[in-house]
């Protein structure tokens, strides 16, 4: 039996381990730690890329699936499975953070809580995408929160104490939300079942609806819909270091992905016949958080009021009566997780500089760094649409198909995207003011030339990714 999808998971674990065990002292740590996070994420990039290989890009479904056995009383096996929705997901996140390792400032301590909490969770949503039964789907899902809440309570600045603790709670509450749901499932059919038979089992009554309105909020815990989005925007908001900024990100990717495997070709007719009610929460959502971007001068609240906006965009799309967008999906997302990791340390580079330079707001700082601001103004470009990306065409597809499905949904929806791509324009125009710029006051320092080929070579693979989506294995 082959063990790939085990080891995409066993990979990044270790790493974490050898992490926590290397030394101590200051001098060694920091290039100890670095070495091991480069190298398990370069090694588990390598295995996806093979195990991608293996995949027929012509079947649909589940490809890959392997069988273990758990516990014998009671029985349950655990099966992890792969199609190339869900293995298009893991290669993105992996490449990103390999991507964020190179890119991170050497000046910021690697501690072995950040690098070993980040392969931790690298470990653990790799799990997540490649669980195909309900038990070991729910033990990813339950697992990621842990690394989490150590990187936020280590290193956000959180003013607000409660802020925390209710993120936390919200986040528990979820995940004990789908364990009921998932024990009760388990209890009716007593076997531990796939997970794509879910909506198969015959409950009726009052409980089948608590089931899949649990399942629903539970993936509502990991996405930034009102009225609940206050907490998780105050915490990305806080959030100063880059890694922990973009772990934070991807959170709502788990949200997006549990829809996608429950939601809504396996629920009960009885159920999905509330989606339009959860649309239309969608739209007030993406409208609420694209027009305070307006208003909001800090770029990092502007990047999470984007992938905010862009999540639920493909919600919505999840929930549009057809399968074909799922592989749309799929694409835009690898385009989607590789722009929003290089524009998160962009922006962290841009917030650095202007605090060496004592400047109160970041407008005319972009005159002052060549190469910043080209790489700047090429990713937002390709973040709110640039032709060349996969992101544009996928996108394309992605709202035709909800103004074909609903002409008033449609507009509603593009309306939020247009306000979000407004903003990140304005504030990149800001930037690159001449009239701002004072050159009396210049002291930090540019892109590097490693990093601005990092953010070419990225450009380089989306303008490829364009004519062929997965180029890199076919």
């Known amino acids: 039996m082959n063990l790939y999808l085990l080891l995409i998971i066993f990979i990044p674990l270790c790493g974490s381990f050898f992490t926590l065990c290397t030394k101590n002292d200051r001098s060694y740590n920091t290039n100890n730690v670095y070495n091991v996070s480069i190298w398990t994420l370069s090694v588990n990039t390598s295995v996806i890329l093979y195990v991608f290989s293996l995949f027929d890009i012509e079947k649909q479904g589940i490809q890959i699936i392997e069988k273990y056995s758990w516990l014998k009383y009671p029985p349950i096996d655990l099966l992890l499975g792969a199609d190339i929705f869900s293995m298009l997901l893991i290669l993105s996140v992996n490449l990103s953070f390999l991507i964020a390792e190179i890119f991170m400032d050497k000046k910021i301590e690697r501690s072995k809580t950040l690098i070993a909490s980040e392969l931790l969770f690298v470990s653990f949503i790799n799990g997540y995408f490649v669980a195909a039964d309900i038990i070991s789907f729910y033990i990813f899902f339950a697992s990621v929160s842990a690394p989490l809440i150590i990187l936020i309570s280590s290193y956000a600045n959180i003013s607000k104490k409660n802020i925390l603790v209710r993120f936390s709670l919200y986040n528990i509450i979820g995940a004990m939300l789908l364990l009921v749901s998932i024990i009760i499932i388990y209890l009716h059919k007593k076997n531990n079942i796939p997970l794509n038979t879910a909506g198969n089992v015959n409950i009726g009554g009052g409980l089948e609806y608590f089931i899949w309105f649990s399942i629903f909020l539970a993936f509502i815990s990991r996405l930034p819909i009102w009225p609940f989005h206050y907490w998780i925007s105050a915490i990305n908001s806080s959030i100063k270091n880059p890694l922990v900024f973009l772990i934070s990100n991807l959170i709502p ?222």
């Open 253 to 474: 990717l788990m949200g997006l992905y549990g829809f996608i495997r429950f939601w809504p070709n396996s629920v009960p007719q009885t159920i999905s016949m509330y989606v339009p009610i959860f649309e239309v929460i969608c739209v007030v959502t993406m409208l609420f958080i694209s027009l305070i971007s307006l208003i909001n001068k800090d770029m990092k609240y502007k990047l999470f009021a984007y992938t905010t906006v862009y999540y639920l965009l493909y919600l919505i799309g999840i929930f549009m009566p057809t399968n074909v967008l799922r592989q749309n999906i799929g694409y835009s997302l690898f385009s989607y997780i590789v722009i929003i990791t290089i524009l998160s340390f962009l922006i962290s580079h841009v917030d650095n500089q202007k605090k060496k330079m004592d400047m109160y707001s970041s407008a005319g700082i972009l005159c002052y760094f060549p190469r910043t601001s080209k790489c700047l103004s090429l990713f937002i470009l390709a973040s709110i649409g640039l032709p060349i990306t996969p992101l544009f065409w996928n996108n394309f597809i992605i709202i035709s198909e909800i103004f074909n499905y609903n002409l008033i949904l449609g507009v509603f929806v593009m309306l939020p995207i247009v306000i979000v791509g407004v903003s990140l324009l304005e504030e990149l125009y800001k930037q690159k003011d001449k009239a701002y710029a004072t050159s009396s006051s210049i002291t930090g320092s540019d892109l590097s030339n490693t990093n601005f080929i990092i953010c070419i070579t990225c450009l380089i693979g989306l303008l490829f990714s364009f004519f062929k989506p997965l180029w890199f294995v076919f």
